[in-house]
């Protein structure tokens, strides 16, 4: 999509799926891969400048969101049908697959959501902390909430979905944002 810009990085280019949406105003530089049907929105920054950094399939990762690593650290790993919601940051974390990360929140170095695990709005995971599988947390610190249960979990499923079809809409230019 136009205004986005995804430079290559010590000689290193972004790789992006051609099925992906990159909304206009992210920058994608270095070391990125971009999954099939991944979806990542409005002025967002992921910068695979220093290691690596890997978006899965149909995972979005929305409006104003940072992805980051440490020079010399751990990659930034993210599984598949993930959701990370607005103004979120993420920083040499793992979040598997079908993870939510609420708006806002944080995931610091070595930190790691496992699959269907949730971190709240606004929360902080703090460096080399484990949300397990289908718990939620929030806080800052973050630390241990509850359990989700079966209706949250497909819930939180559903988010994967519903933006994996938005992105489609803006793919066929239905919002006529392409230049002509």
Not at 79 to 85: E, M
Not at 92 to 106: H, K, L, Y
Not at 135 to 160: F, H
């Amino acid at each position: 999509m136009s205004d986005t810009i995804l430079p290559d990085y010590a000689a290193v280019s972004p790789r992006v799926h051609s099925s992906a949406f990159v909304g206009i105003g992210s920058v994608v530089i270095g070391d990125v891969t971009i999954g099939e049907r991944a979806s990542i929105w409005f002025n967002c920054v992921l910068r695979g400048d220093v290691q690596r950094i890997k978006i899965g399939q149909r995972t979005n990762i929305q409006d104003g969101t940072v992805v980051h690593c440490t020079t010399g650290g751990r990659p930034t790993l993210i599984g598949d049908d993930v959701s990370v919601g607005h103004g979120a940051i993420l920083h040499s974390c793992t979040i598997e697959d079908t993870g939510f990360v609420g708006f806002g929140a944080r995931v610091l170095d070595g930190a790691t959501i496992q699959r269907g695990g949730m971190l709240a709005a606004g929360a902080v995971l703090t460096p080399g902390k484990t949300i397990g599988s289908g718990e939620l947390w929030a806080g800052n610190p973050a630390r241990l909430l509850r359990i989700l249960d079966g209706i949250e979990a497909d819930a939180l499923a559903a988010v994967a979905d519903r933006y994996v079809a938005l992105a489609l809409r803006y793919l066929n230019d239905e919002f006529n944002l392409i230049k002509r």
